[in-house]
């Protein structure tokens, strides 16, 4: 049999993995698998060369062990090991697996109980309500089908940005290294347009040696454009889009007289602009950034001189809302601190769990206690650049009150409030739950505000323009959760929460140091949303946030 290139392995690598997590056993090699499969669909470098040139361990999570899987996968598209995994399970029941909230082990006891070998299978036995009367399924399981079945469909081959960005970044650097005479390699794509969910992975380079027409080529699962220097801003342009992006564009030029190609915009058989920057300035517009780039009607905001400047990663000057090992983090207060002074930030804003989440280790008020104890100690030795911050993640309970009482929460720099439970509450009472807790006078920032956690749940039910409206009338700023399985606010609401008057704030519910690099993703989906710095919490310098949380409670006190 002829070698397979590294989409085929990748994808039969990616089926040795669900098989494997279907048999049982060590969960970890299943996932090592599934990693492997996604680095593979995302080569720079023809897999026949890294193979002939014994250099598969190269590839991010791959081994010697599943190096050696890879090149009996590509030399006969097959392996044995496979194949006897083949015979226990029939393929369609794979298809399950991409169900969020489906395990593998209820996969399998989907298919040995009630024989459903695919997923319109599975759909018809929920809707026929015979999973919640199967023993060991139930009703539970069954609405979380329903429920799920359409995140699974919508986000069937999309990755989360951390990881595209890991693919992306490997990508980069092996087309660099193996083809040394291109230039300007960018990434283009969803992921430049910051996308919170990717699903094609994109590059663009200059090659002296390429047409005027860009060439693209798929290097398996990923988009290669090449094209010489006069063009190459038009060849990033069009691999960037989004369609409707250039539909717009493309509009434009014609109403101009012009034609906008993927070789740049002309005016009739001349080339008049092949650089981005260009073609924008020919059209009558200032350069739009790439996140903004949806179709939204940013061309006619920048026709008319209008167009925001986005908040930047340089903007930021401190970090809020992150967890210690005192509730559920992976590090003491004074690693995070001097991790996010290292960052070059000029706060800290721990926030730890509260003591109605016992799943995550909330502090009781003696922990609390301790904790500023702490805090001053270290804040002590900081000394006036450098501050922590004393906050708390306050549970908004299923009546919208806040789990501690005032006087818990009075000595608090700020107090994020969120919901982490009781997510089945109708439209109604959980916009109500969502505004008492708001009118709240101890509320700073409402945290991850519809609870969506992507690819693996919705949101809840809530009136996102009531919510937002209030947060805008009792001075409660919109967090924008930065980590990826959250990215919460959604961008496409960020708008109407500026249009209301409401202050966001960038937050990257850390609890490790790697996760205080999340606050990146924040920032893109806040210039998504159009969000400027001087409407970012987190943009104020050290004074001024001290400043505004000082004036804050004393209004408290006023009122008291």
Known sequence: MASVDARTVASLLREYAQRTALRGGNPYRAKAYSRAADSLAALAVPLHVLIAEDRLTEIPGVGEAIADIITKLHKSGTHPSLEKLRKEIPEGVLEMLVVPGLPPEKVLRLYKELRITSLPGLEAAAKEDRIKTAKGLGAALQTKILQNLAIAKAGEGRLHLQRAAALLAHAKDSLRKGRPELKRVTIAGEFRRGCELVGDLA????????????????????????????????????????????????????????????????????LIAGEEVEIYRALGLPFIDPELREGRGEVELALKGKLPKLVTDKDLRGILHCHIDASDGTETLETMAKATRQRGFEYFGVADHSKSAHYAGGLSVEEIAQQHREADRLNKRFGKDFRILKGIESDILADGSLDYDDDVLEPFDFVVASIHGRFKLDRKAQTQRLLRAISNPYTTIIGHMTGRQLQRRPGYEIDVEKVLRACAKHDVVVEINAHPWRLDLDWRWHQAGLEFGCMLSINPDAHSIPELDHMHWGVLMARNGGVPADRVLNAMKLPEITRYFRQKRRSLARAA
Request: net charge positive; no cysteine; hydrophobic share 40%.
């Open 203 to 270: 590059i663009v380079a200059e090659s002296a040696k390429a047409n005027k027409t860009p060439k693209a080529s798929a290097a398996d699962g990923l988009q290669i454009r090449l094209s010489d220097r006069d063009h190459f801003g038009a060849a990033l342009l069009f691999a960037t889009g989004s369609a409707a992006h250039m539909e717009k564009l493309q509009h434009l030029a014609a109403e101009k007289g012009m034609r906008l190609q993927t070789d740049g915009l002309h005016n009739g058989r001349t």
